[in-house]
């Protein structure tokens, strides 16, 4: 048996869409996450951007179980005394619902230049349209 490296020519990338409507915010993620890295293709290399593209709508209509919509807050300092801002789930989903899906998938890639790299592989929409009919992309259920 031989150990076969694989080359950035020989990556192929497709493209997916999922629809978020009624779906779970942590298992969609977590589907998410592991499409964007690829590690459900057989030639999977965990240092190389092996990973798909993955297109969501209805980002506005994901689910959340228990007391998420209130209590769930998301933090940002800005780095100078008194830069703390936070700001709840319910606040985000009126102004970027896209955002919600975004923040969730990004904990779940790598905290490295490869994860920011695999960030830009997922396109996500608060509504039904989407700019990406062209790449004719392959829809994913959860």
Do not use: C
């Not at 293709?41 to 297109?55: L, S």
């Not at 209130?70 to 955002?99: A, D």
């Not at 790598?110 to 396109?123: A, D, F, T």
Request: proline share 4%.
């Amino acid at each position: 048996m031989e150990t076969i490296s694989v080359r950035a020519k020989d990556i192929t990338r497709d493209w997916y869409i999922i629809d978020a409507e009624g779906k779970t915010l942590g298992r969609l993620a977590s589907r998410i996450a592991q499409v964007i890295r690829g590690k459900q293709k057989t030639n999977f290399t965990p240092h190389m951007d092996m990973g798909d593209f993955v297109v969501v709508i209805n980002a506005e209509k994901v689910k959340l179980t228990g007391n998420k919509e209130e209590n769930k807050s998301y933090f940002r300092h800005s780095g100078y005394p008194g830069g703390v801002t936070q700001i709840n789930l319910k606040k985000v989903r009126e102004v970027h619902p896209e955002r919600i899906i975004m923040n969730a998938v990004k904990g779940m890639l790598p905290h490295n230049r490869l994860g920011r790299k695999l960030l830009k592989h997922l396109k996500v929409y608060s509504g039904d349209i989407h700019p990406h009919a062209a790449q004719q992309p392959q829809t994913i259920s959860i």
